[in-house]
């Protein structure tokens, strides 16, 4: 695959100079890990974003709305086909290896080796009576890999699922722009096409258009059935399919906003001229994994408690936000059973449905007010929405909420979190010409704040390319 060529793509798919060239070295890196890994080079190359939620805290997984975009940073991707039915995944930015051996995925225990190596010793081959392990005994990027391979195998059997697949990423790790997500469509996306998936009539059955192959790899990740292609255990976290969908049906320069269960485009908007988006990563981990998992899984079988609790009362619905939005005294007659239910009570679920109401709503006002270009209105939006988040929904730390307070300290129009909280990323929206020195002036003001916080990070995030094949 020649990638003289690789530039002028960058620059179609709508990238900046600065970022173009991060995406040239990143490239760079992928491809000659590929040609040390795999001896010789690749057939494909994917580009696949994190993701920026803008508004939309916490509502996907109830059916809500939410107003998204990719960002420009995220994953390259190479790979190529194999013959012998083994996945061997090199991660050229951290320098390690996994293999998974696809014939035995899909039946638990799963047989695969995970050696971490500089990229010339990676060997090119399943080494001989790999060990024997089940995907929770796997952290970080493997467990999401696994997952991947475990579930294709199952809902595709006798797919021809061997590849060898290089990748690296510019994304912020467990920042909150959904580097774990974006990391399951880069393999899920690679293996259905070099396995030639959407050819098969489990697929055509179920996957007819973009949105649905996101919700598709939505539930890879929270374990959910899709259609009728069978559900597993997942990753072990209860979230939607906002990453999924922002990351595959995205638009450079432009932001939309979706309901879900199951995900609909409802509208897309472009970023005004004049608005520019700064992302500052807090350095606290926003991870859904280990001890993290229980506090993130919590608000979403909140949002399940609330439906549960409207459904004993009425005519079953499909997800929170379709219940409330039946009749207009639906909310309020959801909050009188939440108040007359004393383990409702005791979970604060009149807060959880207070939140859920206020941001579902303020997505669409969000939306209004980016098309107007009205950025007094979108900035007491985020502000109401970050209220929200840390009387409501209480997945702030003193990071999040500084970098918040900060950038409004420092005229940025407006302000919030994002992501599932519990640390994570901040976004701010500022005027063109304050888009140059602002992420410095940021981070310099955060910075002496929280001492410890190397990770912490700034930079401009326009809405960037979706996922995009390369080559």
């Given amino acids: 695959m020649p990638h003289s060529d690789f530039p002028s793509r960058l620059a179609h798919l709508g ?23 795999a001896g010789g080079a690749p057939e494909h190359a994917l580009w696949v974003p994190g993701r920026l939620e803008i508004f939309g805290k916490h509502t996907d997984y109830g059916g809500g709305h939410t107003l998204v975009a990719p960002v420009p940073r995220g994953f390259i991707a190479a790979a190529r086909s194999r013959s012998d039915a083994v996945v061997a995944l090199h991660d050229a930015s951290r320098r390690e290896q996994f293999v998974i051996e696809a014939n035995g995925a899909a039946d638990p225990p799963s047989r695969f080796r995970a050696t ?26 493997r467990r999401y890999a696994l997952t991947v391979v475990r579930r294709l195998a199952m809902n595709f059997p006798g797919a021809a699922l061997g590849a060898d697949i290089a990748f690296g990423s510019d994304l912020p790790p467990a920042s909150g722009m959904s580097s774990s997500s974006a990391l399951m469509v880069a393999v899920a996306t690679t293996l259905v096409r070099l396995a030639g998936i959407e050819a098969r009539p489990e697929w055509q059955a179920n996957v007819v258009n973009p949105w649905d192959a996101a919700g598709y790899f939505a539930c890879i990740e929270n374990g959910m059935a899709f259609g009728s292609l069978a559900g597993d255990a997942g990753v072990g976290t209860h979230g939607g399919s906002e990453d999924h969908v922002a990351i595959v049906c995205g638009r450079p320069d432009h932001a939309s906003a979706w309901t ?73 007659r959801l909050q009188k059973q939440v108040a007359a239910d004393a383990s409702a009570r005791a979970l604060n679920l009149g807060e959880r449905l207070e939140q859920f109401v206020n941001e579902d709503a303020r997505v669409v006002e969000a939306l209004r007010a980016m098309q107007r270009g009205d950025a007094t209105a979108f900035g007491e939006l985020s502000q109401a929405s970050q209220d929200d988040a840390e009387r409501r929904l209480r997945n702030q730390t003193a990071e999040t909420a500084a970098l918040v307070e900060i950038a409004r300290g420092l005229g940025a129009h407006a302000a919030s979190s994002f992501g599932a909280g519990f640390g994570g990323s901040v976004w701010a929206m500022v005027g063109k010409d304050d888009a140059q020195s602002f992420p410095a002036r940021w981070l310099a003001e955060y910075r002496p704040r929280f001492a410890g916080h190397e990770a912490a990070t700034t930079f401009e995030a326009r809405p960037g390319p979706p996922l995009t094949w390369i080559a």
């Fill in 116 to 141: 971490t190596s500089r990229p010339a010793d990676l060997p090119t081959s399943l080494p001989a009576d790999p060990p024997t392990s089940r995907p929770a005994d796997l952290r970080g990027w």
């Fill in 260 to 332: 879900y269960v199951p995900p609909v485009p409802v509208a897309e908007v472009r970023v005004p001229e004049d608005w520019r988006f700064v992302i500052a990563s807090s350095g606290v981990a926003a991870r859904k994994t280990g001890a993290a998992r229980d506090a993130y899984n919590n608000l979403a079988l909140t949002v399940g408690a609330l439906l549960q609790i409207r459904n004993t009362h009425e005519p079953p619905a499909p997800s929170l936000r379709a219940a409330l939005a039946s009749d207009p005294e639906a909310a309020e």
């Fill in 15 to 37: 990238f900046s100079d600065d970022e173009a060239l991060r995406k040239r070295v990143l490239f760079d890196l992928v491809v000659e890990t590929f040609k040390t890994v």
